[in-house]
């Protein structure tokens, strides 16, 4: 059966990035996989085009797909909008409108780039984690939130931590399948020391572990895992975490490996209905430059490949394919080291494309 591909290219470099991406897909649909590409608007992108970071018609063909790949979204000039109306909305109203409540962030070092993580290659090489992130819960989401003026004319924010038991639970199993399938060690990221809803996080995350007992289920708080993640990362196989600890260190896990232009992820629903994206932003910095790594946005049709299509060898063919053009020497400015040539977005996803097998 066809799968439907809605993609949502955004800001920034996110054009850039996708139209790589999408060179990678049309090779694949050139070599006998059925699947139909449709674009759409989301954030900056669709503001500008509608006045709404994400359109009924985005939604709507965001339902409609099996599958979405984005790009990133945002950028300065939409900063001073009202917070409904700003990019990200659209990216975070994807993710609570399909109930995309489960974030995999793996952080694989490949070997070739040891040398282009600031960390000595001895602390990273070999490194393999996933970070499970909860995505549509948390401080992102919680009631109430916003900005009052107190009685004495002081302005206050303010913003609500709240999880459900559900919510944590799905989270869990969610986290525990996956280590289930790799090396059955499963860290569980809170602060329980001072938040009694990451207590009960804890205490839930404890709960589900009984049904898992072939997974080794530790806890530690996340000032520790920070530290931990950059002192030794390689003792991590899954995390799981809470929505707003997981964005943090995320981005820090991306730099153990090089650079965070090398980091797909995976955000699925109950029933491994995806929206695939790389976990940078939209670099406004450096967009339209043709610099910009589309290493993790192909990766992350890999992923899509692998959780939603269940084309675990086509993903396969990707990942070979980016560790043979690491192989050859080629990288993008963010991962070369001294002495290295930089080639550009679309010479990195050419390359890539001519070495999928
Ligand atoms: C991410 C990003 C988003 C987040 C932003 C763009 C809303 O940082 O996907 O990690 O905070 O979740
Ligand atoms: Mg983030």
């Not at 590409?37 to 018609?57: F, R």
């Not at 020391?193 to 009960?200: G, R, S």
């Not at 109950?270 to 043709?290: F, L, T, W």
Request: overall charge negative.
């Amino acid at each position: 059966m066809t799968k439907r591909i809605l993609i949502l290219p955004g800001d920034g470099i996110g054009p850039e990035i996708v139209a790589e991406a999408v060179k990678v897909l049309n090779r694949l649909i050139a070599d006998g996989l059925d699947l139909e590409l449709e674009y759409g608007l989301v954030g900056g992108a669709a503001y500008d085009a509608s006045g709404q970071p994400l359109p009924a018609e985005t939604l709507a063909q965001a339902r409609a797909a099996d599958a979405i790949l984005l790009g990133a979204v945002g950028g300065p000039q939409y900063e001073s909008l009202d917070r409904p109306l700003r990019p990200e909305q659209g990216l975070l109203g994807l993710r609570a409108e399909l109930g995309l409540f489960s974030n995999l962030r793996p952080a694989i070092l490949y070997p070739q780039l040891a040398g282009a993580s600031t960390l000595r290659p001895e602390v990273v090489s070999g490194l393999d984690m996933m970070i499970v992130r909860e995505l549509t819960g948390g401080i992102y989401f919680g009631q109430p939130r916003g900005v009052r003026i107190l009685e004495n004319g002081e302005r206050e924010g303010f913003n609500t931590l709240v999880y459900r038991e559900s919510e944590i639970e799905r989270i869990a199993r969610s986290a525990f399948e996956i280590a289930r399938k790799r090396g059955r060690k499963l860290c569980s990221v809170d602060k329980a020391n001072v938040l009694e809803v990451t207590e009960l996080w804890r205490t839930v995350v404890k709960e589900v572990g009984r049904d898992y007992p072939d997974v080794e289920l530790s806890h530690m708080y996340v000032d520790n895992a920070a530290m931990q993640l950059v002192r030794a990362p390689k003792q991590f196989d899954v995390i799981v975490t809470t929505n707003m600890f997981g964005d943090i260190l995320s981005d820090a896990a991306a730099m153990l490996t090089g650079s965070i232009g090398m980091l797909p992820s995976a955000s699925l629903d109950a029933n491994a209905k995806g929206m695939y994206e790389p976990i940078h932003g939209s670099a406004p910095d450096i967009a339209g430059k043709s610099i910009a790594n589309p290493l993790a946005t192909i990766l992350s049709v890999g992923m899509m490949l692998r959780y939603s299509f269940g084309l675990a060898d086509d993903a396969d063919r990707i990942a070979a394919a980016v560790s043979n053009v690491l192989d050859q020497g080629l990288r993008t400015a963010d991962i070369a080291t001294a002495g290295q040539t930089a080639v550009t977005t679309a010479g990195m996803g050419d390359a890539v494309v001519a070495a999928i097998m």
